[in-house]
Structure formats: C-alpha cells, structure tokens
C-alpha cells in the first residue's frame, strides 16, 4: 500500500512537470552543441571529453572538434552556436578567468571588461557553480549522451522529491501526535507538490534551478533515508545535496536527530550517537572533498566555487566587490524582498491594469504571498514529549541554519516568482507546516492550501504564456 502510493505519487506529479517543461520555455530538447540553459550538462560533457559536432555557417557539413577529458569548458565556449537569446544568459553566468604572465588566475572582466567574448583565445572558461548536479549527470550522460536533458531529469526528480515529503509528512505527523488529523495526506501532497515555489521551479532545467532540484530532492531523500534508519544512504544523498546547494549543510542537525533518535523513551548514550552519525558523515565527506579539491584545482582556492570569476552586470560587479557574495550589508534589502515584498501589479504605459494583472517583483515577493499555508508554522512552535521535543527543535535550527545564507547574499535570484533561495530549506517548510497546519480547525487549513496551489499555478501559468513572473513589470 505505501510502495504504491509511493510509486503513484511519483508518476503523476512527474507527468505534472513534464507537461509544464514542454509547454514552457526551454521544452524538453537537448542541444546537441551548447547546452542552452544548463551548464551543469557542459561540465558533465567536459570531464568525459565529448567531442563536438559543430554545425557548418554555410550548411556544408558538420564540423568535428575533438576534446579531451577537461576541468574547464572552454572548447565548448569557442565552438558555441549563437542560435537563441539564452545563449547569451548562460554565457554570462561562466566563470571566464584569465592567467597573468606569473601564473595567476584573475577574473577575465577585470582585464577586459564585461564581454566573455573578448579575446577566447586568451580565456579558461569554468563552470562557476557547485558541482554536485554536473556529478549526478557524469554518468547519465555517458549512458544517453545526448538524449539527457535536465528538463525531463529535473521533472523525474521533483516528482520523487514529493513523493519522498509525502511519506515524510505522513511519518513526521504520527510521530508528532496529529497523525489522524485534517487535512489529510492528499491535501499536504498538493501543498508540496503545487503549493510552493517548487512548481514553478522543476519544470525549468536551467543552471540554477536545476542545481536546487538536485540538491532538494537529495536533501529530502537523505532526510527520510535517516529516519528509516539506512545511514550510510542517508549520508552519500546528503552528500550530493551540499555539494549541489552549498547552504544544505545547515540541514545537518535534524538529518543526525533523525538518524540517532530512535526510541521515544530511552535516551542514547554517548557511544550510540557517535556509531549512528559516523556512517552518515563518513558518507557524506567524500563529496566534500571532492568539492573543496575541484574548487582549488579549477580557481586556486578551495573555498571559491567561481563566483568571483563570473561575468556580471557592473552593478553586482560592484557589490561584490565592496561587500563580498556575504555581508549584513546585503540583510535588509533581502528580508524584504523575501519577507514583505507585496506582488506586483502590472499596468500599461498608459496605466491600464492589464494582464497578467499581479505578478512578482524581478527581485522577489514575500513568502506568505508564494505559500500563504506557511503562516501555520506559528502553529509549530510545540510539541509533547522528550523525542519529539528534539526533532521539532532540529526541524525548527536546520531551517535556520539553511536559509540564513540566502539572507546575506550578494544577490536575490532575481526574475522568480518568490525568492527562490528558500526552496533550500523546502522539505523542512513543509515538515513545520504539516505539524502547524493539522493543529488548525480544517477550514482554514484547507483554505491555506488552496490559496498557496492557486498562486504557484498562476506563477506555471505565466512561464507557459511566456509571461515570465518578474520580468512583466
């Protein structure tokens, strides 16, 4: 009966997403050269030196440009077919350095100016993001080649990852005493799986939001994995969700609470806890120095992923700059933007209120206004018993920990509906809500959840009419 509905969950909300993803602006179609809108794809493409079949200007026929296994993905950069608008999106976000005549890798647009295009002779083109999605593509590539795409990868994934918080939720629930209670376990399923960000997210497949798919489906995945008690798993997912969203490390506290606390009357001893959370740290520390390796041998610091090297607008150049990619001077202006930002409404030049009449600031839109069911984790602030006492409160400190660095970032994603740096943290939001919402009389309960569906459909609606949220204003 579980398996099944496991099972049930997982087809219907990925078929969910697979519609969207063709309907909407990337589709489902590799790009047999550059990838359009993943870079994560390009690196996978360069560590196993995929050769590329560049297509002739004239029309004569393709042109073969052999490559050899590689760190760097420059081959791919020079040999790029400018053929869509997007093209120039995911240029831009590659980490392009230049070496000095010492040796010394700088970034390229101090040296050049704002154009990756410069001088492609003299330039290491990078992937400038963590490498946990590039890893669990390695090997799918070599099985499919260019069949694989993260469009209808990243659809497969956001439907396990419901389907993993729905049996979540349903454990999370009994254990918190609100098991029996309403609403039911069909109406938390649509909360995760159309009631938050997380749908407008997983059809897309681009560099960003793919890495967060990845890293969330993994984070929930190591965080049911624990609790059934399989933790040299729990560990290795865990693994590849941190070295995809670096931030996910903060959810270490409840995954080990979950791990470790097993009966709700007697409390581990000392030796219990460190034979219980060895196996998941074990497992969990090669990607970590797979990643702390990677980052040194590709930019000469193990703590740069390649952010200082990126090409970007002059504003964020400057920020960066001034302040770092984390500073308090960024917090204010990105708790509004996440915390308070009302939605937008959209006028002609005239001032017409035309469609799509509301829609997201660029820079974001407050959370109750994405998922108005997550005002219920006021309702989650308690629970009864020692077990259950510890668990709440490392659901309630790895939320914490996860989203706090989205909060002191450089930047706020920009052009989302939401602010999409909290979907880090999304198996702990709905773990809280859950708890919240079943302690609320089920009116209005259900009518949070239906509210919260409605404004994350309407955000999918406006991707598949091209009407991107953010980018109408």
């Known amino acids: 009966m579980i398996r099944s509905r496991f099972l049930r969950l997982w087809i219907l909300w990925s078929l969910l997403y697979l519609v969207l993803a063709v309907a909407g602006p990337n589709g489902l179609v590799p790009a047999p050269v550059w990838p359009v809108i993943s870079q994560h794809l390009l690196q996978a493409r360069a560590w196993l030196g995929s050769d590329i079949e560049a297509p002739d200007p004239d029309g004569g026929p393709d042109r073969l440009v052999a490559v050899s296994p590689r760190l760097d993905v420059t081959p791919y950069f020079e040999t790029r077919v400018v053929r ?240 770092g990619q984390l500073s308090w001077a960024y917090l204010a202006r990105n708790l509004h933007a996440v915390g308070i930002q009302p939605p937008q409404l959209v006028h002609d030049q005239a001032g017409a209120l035309v469609f799509p009449l509301l829609a997201s600031d660029p820079q974001g839109m407050g959370l109750l206004f994405v998922t108005p069911a997550f005002i219920a984790l006021a309702a989650a602030l308690w629970v009864n018993g020692r077990r259950q006492t510890m668990f709440l409160a490392a659901a309630w400190l790895s939320l914490a920990l996860v989203c706090l660095p989205g909060l002191f970032y450089y930047n706020t994603g920009w052009v989302q509906w939401g602010g999409r740096f909290l979907v880090d943290a999304w198996p702990m939001w709905l773990l809280l809500a859950a708890l919240g919402l079943r302690r609320l009389p089920r009116g209005p309960a259900m009518l949070l959840i239906v509210v919260s569906v409605i404004s994350n459909l309407w955000a999918a609606l406006l991707v598949v009419l091209r009407v991107w949220p953010g980018c109408c204003m």
């Open 84 to 323: 869509d608008p997007r093209e120039d999106s995911i240029a831009a976000n590659l980490a392009v350095a230049a070496r000095t005549p010492e040796g010394e890798l700088v970034p390229a647009q101090e040296v050049w100016g704002g154009s990756a295009a410069g001088r492609p002779g003299e330039l290491i083109c990078q992937v400038g993001f963590p490498l946990g999605p590039a890893l669990l593509l390695l090997p799918l590539y070599a099985l499919l080649g260019g069949a694989l795409a993260t469009q209808w990868l990243g659809a497969i994934l956001g439907g396990l990852a419901v389907a993993i918080m729905d049996r979540l939720m349903t454990d999370w629930t009994a254990v918190m005493g609100v098991g029996e209670g309403m609403p039911g376990a069909n109406a938390l399923a649509a909360l995760a799986g159309a009631g938050t960000l997380w749908l407008w997210i997983v059809p897309y497949g681009d560099t960003f939001l793919f890495a967060q798919v990845v890293g969330t489906t993994a984070l929930a995945a190591a965080l049911l994995l624990g609790w059934r008690q399989h933790p040299w798993a729990a560990g290795l997912v865990f693994g590849l969700a941190f070295a995809s969203r670096p931030a996910m490390l903060g959810a270490l506290p409840l995954l080990l609470v979950l791990s470790v606390v097993r009966s709700p009357e007697v409390r581990p001893r000392l030796r219990e806890i460190v034979a219980r959370s060895a196996p998941v740290l074990m497992a969990a520390l090669p990607f970590g120095i797979v990643t702390l390796v990677m980052n040194f041998l590709r930019f000469g610091s193990a703590r740069e992923f390649g952010y200082s090297f990126m090409i970007l607008p002059s504003f964020l150049r400057m920020r960066l700059l001034e302040h």
